[in-house]
């Protein structure tokens, strides 16, 4: 890529409570699923890079996991801790809202915003407004609560306006030269990303409780020719648990283990043989050591 004068490139902070659309934004966004999505709140627990280069610009986005204060386990607040963080060093920040609905949730993570830093505010799921009347009044009333720079409405999900953002968030970025190859898309390893998406199932097809308590390793990961072999391991809490995720004769964790291969063969554009185990290990949400192990920061 030539690079000439008045290129941009710069970090953009996604931040907003659990559940408003981050993660499926800047999968829209980059039109690369890299950052796992569910209907249940706090599903991202990483910070993940995102990056999206053309012509005039690199856009580094930041997605963060949804800022929550109801519950205080330890990884709450390291999850907390990664947001914050996230703001600290970046150019942009989108705060992400979900159209018509703006509560107490919401105003804990607009109390964080720095003043120092420019922020957009970005209503999400505009699509999902019974009447497209109650976007102006909306706009309206948030409008005064911060100074942000722009406001956007959106539908991340079905990509409308996400051209505007685009655009909008061109002129905040500083001049700078790429930081990222043109081809790359995250900052995060294949192996990350296959325990991600393994992770996803288990978030969207295993009811209410049992998501939280579950995390991913990958113990082998190998390359061979056009072929990656993984071997993943559920980690959960409770012998109970393990016995939710298998299912009657294995059959969530095969459709869970089938659907996790097919969203890493269309990520890796490869074939993928992936094996998965459940095993229980207890208390790992609340155990600091078990955490670094996993890779939280
Ligand atoms: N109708 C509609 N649904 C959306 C839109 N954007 C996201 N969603 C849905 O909202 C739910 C939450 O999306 P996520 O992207 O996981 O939300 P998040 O903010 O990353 O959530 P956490 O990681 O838990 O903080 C999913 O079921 C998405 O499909 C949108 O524009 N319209
Ligand atoms: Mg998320």
């Not at 190859?181 to 294949?190: F, H, K, L, Q, Y």
């Not at 059959?251 to 229980?280: C, I, N, P």
Request: proline share 4%.
């Amino acid at each position: 890529m030539s690079v000439s004068d008045g290129y941009k490139a710069g970090y953009i902070a996604i931040v907003g409570r659990p559940n408003v659309g981050k993660s499926t934004l800047l999968n829209h966004l980059i039109k690369q699923k890299i950052s796992i999505t569910s209907r249940k709140a706090q599903t991202t627990r990483h910070r993940i890079h995102g990056i999206l280069t053309d012509a005039q610009s690199q856009f580094i986005f930041v997605d963060t996991p949804g800022f929550q204060m109801r519950h205080r386990s330890q990884l709450n607040q390291t999850m907390n801790r990664v947001v914050l963080q996230s703001m600290q060093n970046v150019d942009v920040i989108l705060f992400v809202v979900e159209a018509g609905q703006f509560g107490r949730e919401d105003e804990q993570v607009l109390e964080q915003l720095p003043e120092n830093i420019p922020v957009v505010l970005v209503i999400n799921k505009i699509d999902r407004l019974p009447d497209k009347l109650q976007l102006l009044p909306f706009m309206q009333k948030t409008a005064d609560l911060f100074d942000f720079v722009d406001i956007v409405p959106v539908s991340a999900l079905q990509n409308k306006q996400l051209t505007d953002l685009i655009e909008t968030i061109r002129r905040y970025l500083p001049e700078n030269p790429p930081v990222f190859a043109e081809d790359e898309i995250t900052d995060r390893s294949e192996r990350f990303l296959a325990a991600e998406l393994l992770r996803e199932k288990v978030f969207r097809q295993i009811g209410e409780e049992v998501p939280y308590s579950v995390s991913v390793v990958i113990e082998q990961f190998v390359l061979e020719g056009n072929l990656r072999r993984i071997h993943a391991c559920i980690l959960v809490e409770r012998e109970n648990q393990k016995a939710i995720i298998i299912g009657k004769q294995g059959k969530k964790l095969k459709d869970m283990a089938m659907q996790a291969r097919k969203d890493m063969e269309v990520l890796f554009g490869s074939k993928v043989y992936l094996e998965v185990w459940v095993k229980v290990k207890s208390g790992w949400a609340d155990d600091t050591v078990a955490l670094k192990s996993l890779g939280y920061e």
